[in-house]
């Protein structure tokens, strides 16, 4: 089955700075890739997705790319602010299938 | 639209006991999920449905149970709570349309003494 492995763990940033997450996931059929923020005590919510049709897609200060051919997929925060203080987690699934199956989580830090 | 709601919010079981997890969702949705989160290891899928009357088994669904009678209410159910249990409990569901994200519930947090 897929299996999606997200790095760092952590990630501490000044405020202003860039932020990278970045995942890999092993089946080459999965097509679609959300990304969740999590904020502490809270539930996730859907952020950003990309299909597999797509190679970039920008929302605001927040992008995900993607590559195919290597199986990775990245989540860029430009200009961070200590409201993107979260856990962030990377998702993958297939089409037609239930099973969307997350990575691990990026604890990010964004210090004034 | 109250979106996916989960109840109750915080529960303390003896290891042993059984008890069921609510899970409703107001928006039509024909998919839904339960995950569990534990530290470090991400959310992990308990059981999902595709539809009233049907259900699945995901990466994780070793002591517990589900069902799906109606489109809206998807419970899950802990047979014999065991320590292991501890954790905190996501109800998730979307639209069967093609590639959409998921809506996930505020969540349980359930600890097993």
């Known amino acids: 089955g897929e299996n999606v492995e997200q790095h760092p763990s952590t990630l501490s940033v000044q405020e202003g700075d860039s932020a990278v997450i970045k995942c890999t996931y092993s089946d080459s059929a999965s097509n679609y890739f959300p990304w969740y923020k999590q904020e502490l005590g809270k539930r996730p919510q859907l952020i950003i997705d990309i299909r597999s049709n797509v190679g970039e897609k920008k929302d605001q200060r927040i992008a995900v790319t993607l590559n195919k051919t290597a199986k990775h997929f990245s989540l860029h925060i430009t200009e961070t602010q200590p409201e993107d203080s979260a856990v962030y987690f990377c998702a993958a699934s297939i089409t037609g299938f239930q099973k969307l199956v997350f990575g691990t989580g990026t604890r990010l830090l964004v210090s004034p | 639209n109250a979106g996916v709601t989960q109840t109750p919010k915080f529960q303390v079981l003896k290891t042993g006991q059984s008890m069921t997890l609510q899970c409703a969702q107001d928006?039509?949705?024909?998919?839904m999920s339960w995950y569990r989160q534990d530290p470090g290891m991400g959310l992990r899928l308990i059981h999902y449905s595709v539809g009233a009357g049907i259900t699945d088994q995901g990466e994780v669904p070793n002591g517990y149970n589900v069902s799906r009678s109606t489109t809206e209410d998807f419970p899950l159910r802990l047979l014999s709570a065991a320590p292991s249990q501890t954790s905190v409990y996501f109800c998730?569901?979307?639209?069967?349309?093609?590639?959409?994200?998921?809506?996930f519930g505020s969540g349980t947090r359930l600890t097993v003494v």
């Open positions: 998730a569901s979307r639209t069967g349309q093609v590639n959409y994200g998921y809506t």
């Open positions: 928006m039509n949705h024909e998919y």
